[in-house]
Nanobody, 117 residues
């Protein structure tokens, strides 16, 4: 069982920035892929960004050039730096990890991001 603790959400004005953090209870070296997903009211959960164990990154088209995913191996933490936030970025953001050799994927509890003036 992997525990994930997210933080960093909140209320921000359009054009502002936030950084989300997701601390894992296992070493990042034991994780195949770490990612951030989001779910807006009335919509399905969607992939925002992913980072693999080898550092390969993947972004949703809607956030390319504005968001950046990164990891800190020493802290077993993955980050999502968000810039130029838009009202349509408003959602609950969830961290997701796929450990190596584990058929399960694990989710954090979610952190709410609200972009509004």
């Amino acid at each position: 069982q992997v525990q994930l603790v997210e933080s960093g959400g909140g209320l921000v004005q359009p054009g502002g920035s936030l950084r989300l953090s997701c601390a894992a209870s296992i070493s990042i070296f034991g994780i195949s892929v770490m990612g951030w997903y989001r779910q807006a009211p009335g919509k399905e959960r969607e992939l925002v960004a992913q980072i693999s164990r080898t550092g390969f990154t993947n972004y949703a088209d809607s956030v390319k050039g504005r968001f950046m995913i990164s990891s800190d191996n020493a802290k077993n933490t993955v980050y999502l730096q968000m810039h130029s936030l838009k009202p349509e970025d408003t959602a609950v953001y969830y961290c997701n990890v796929k450990p190596i050799g584990d058929p399960n994927a694990y989710w954090g509890q979610g952190t709410r991001v609200t972009v509004s003036s």
